[in-house]
């Protein structure tokens, strides 16, 4: 089998193919849903919750990282519109083009998300920005720079409702789930504007934590050559209010192996109602409130290429307010929060994500 390359706290590291794990069992999925409800939990509590020695927690997750599988990664928090602004591109490329296309997006720390889609467009792609004039050049630029690409359509989000990070497993009992919860840091939006700008510590710890969510205290203050104190104080201080940490699944292993991108609108005095009920349905990975000829943008885990359409006729059954325009199956995802993505999709590298607010560190993507 041959070798892949793929990051690991910012270090490049070579597994074999044929010694990656190919499923999950028991308590590698405990481990998983205990990470996505709490992405920087001691080994200590994950162990005792899972009923396992901390030192079998810890090697099992990072025998999943390094193939991989399953990783903890970090990003701006998208519902405060003073971090970032993001904007859902619908790309339209040359024929044959698109994943040359896709690829070269994929350098650049500003594209979150990439998409390979069937249907009206080639490509979805997610993008972060320090305001609307600043994703409006991106576009631009997106249009004059890239080659390959035809067209492109921007939607502006106003809001998101639902995001990947509260997806969930369940593999964990309602006991062992409130166990973690219990431990989570409590979330606080910054009391001034000021506070969501940041600095260089701040982009720098990002750009960290978006390659290993779960980079110690200790390497974090190396790396970017603050005290500990500094560090734990700013890290605390980002995670209550400025930033977002995730831990992520390589679909294939999730149960849902099948996206797909939905392109709606619903009437603007149900706007909220609909979100807030879309939010609820497991399926929904994410929903974005946008700006743009549909108000909602929904992506989507399905488990068949069947329950497409029937998905689509449960949502009019159960929202009968939401009309749904137009449709995408995701052929590929290339690029999720920063994650480079192999078609299988395991994680083979990281484009370090860049904090809208502030200034944006030297630290190189990581293939």
């Given amino acids: 089998m041959g070798v892949q390359e793929y990051a690991t706290g910012g270090r490049v590291t070579a597994a074999a193919d044929d010694e990656a794990p190919v499923d999950l069992d028991e308590l590698d999925r405990g481990i998983v849903h205990?990470?996505?409800?709490?992405?920087?939990?001691?080994?200590?509590?994950?162990?005792?919750?899972?009923?396992?020695?901390?030192v079998t927690a810890a090697r099992r997750w990072h025998r999943l990282q390094e193939a991989g599988l399953a990783w903890v990664t970090a990003y701006p928090r998208l519902s405060n519109t003073r971090i970032v602004v993001t904007g859902v591109?619908?790309?339209?490329?040359?024929?044959?083009?698109?994943?040359?296309?896709?690829?070269?997006?994929?350098?650049?720390?500003?594209?979150?998300?990439?998409?390979?889609?069937?249907?009206?467009?080639?490509?979805?792609v997610a993008v972060q920005a320090r305001s609307l004039d600043e994703l409006?050049?991106?576009?631009?630029?997106?249009f004059q720079r890239t080659p390959g690409v035809r067209a492109t359509r921007t939607h502006v989000s106003t809001g998101v409702p639902a995001e990947g990070s509260r997806w969930r497993l369940r593999s964990l009992d309602e006991?062992?789930?409130?166990?973690?919860?219990?431990?989570?840091?409590?979330?606080?939006?910054?009391?001034?504007?000021?506070?969501?700008?940041?600095?260089?510590?701040?982009?720098?710890?990002l750009a960290l934590l978006s390659m290993d969510g779960r980079m110690s205290l200790r390497d974090l203050s190396a790396v970017t050559g603050a005290s500990l104190t500094t560090v734990r104080r700013r890290l605390q201080s980002m995670l209550g209010s400025r930033l977002v940490?995730?831990?992520?699944?390589?679909?294939?292993?999730?149960?849902?192996p099948l996206s797909a991108v939905y392109?709606?609108?619903?009437?603007?005095?149900?706007?909220?109602?609909?979100?807030?009920?879309?939010?609820?349905?497991?399926?929904?990975?994410?929903?974005?409130?946008?700006?743009?000829p549909h108000n909602l943008v929904i992506d989507v885990w399905l488990r068949d290429l069947r329950d497409v359409h029937a998905f689509e006729a449960h949502l009019s059954r159960k929202l009968p307010h939401l009309t749904v325009a137009d449709r995408s199956v995701v052929l590929?995802?290339?690029?999720?929060?920063?994650?480079?993505?192999?078609?299988?999709?395991?994680?083979?590298?990281?484009?370090?994500?860049?904090?809208?607010?502030?200034?944006?560190?030297?630290?190189a993507p990581v293939t």
């Avoid at 166990?179 to 710890?205: C, K, Q």
């Fill in 175 to 205: 006991a062992q789930s409130a166990a973690i919860e219990a431990a989570v840091p409590p979330a606080h939006e910054p009391a001034h504007a000021a506070e969501a700008r940041g600095d260089t510590l701040d982009a720098h710890l």
């Fill in 34 to 54: 205990a990470l996505q409800i709490h992405p920087r939990a001691p080994w200590t509590l994950v162990g005792e919750v899972l009923g396992v020695n901390p």
């Fill in 332 to 363: 590929r995802t290339v690029k999720h929060m920063g994650r480079l993505l192999d078609h299988d999709g395991r994680c083979v590298g990281a484009v370090p994500l860049r904090y809208p607010e502030g200034p944006w560190p030297a630290v």
């Fill in 89 to 124: 591109l619908e790309v339209d490329t040359e024929p044959g083009l698109a994943e040359d296309v896709a690829d070269a997006l994929a350098a650049n720390p500003s594209v979150a998300n990439i998409k390979l889609t069937a249907g009206g467009r080639d490509l979805v």
């Fill in 263 to 292: 392109f709606a609108s619903v009437p603007g005095q149900y706007v909220e109602e609909t979100s807030r009920a879309l939010s609820g349905v497991r399926e929904v990975r994410s929903c974005a409130i946008t700006a743009g």
């Fill in 136 to 142: 409006a050049r991106f576009s631009t630029l997106l």
């Fill in 245 to 256: 940490l995730r831990c992520d699944l390589a679909r294939p292993l999730s149960g849902w």
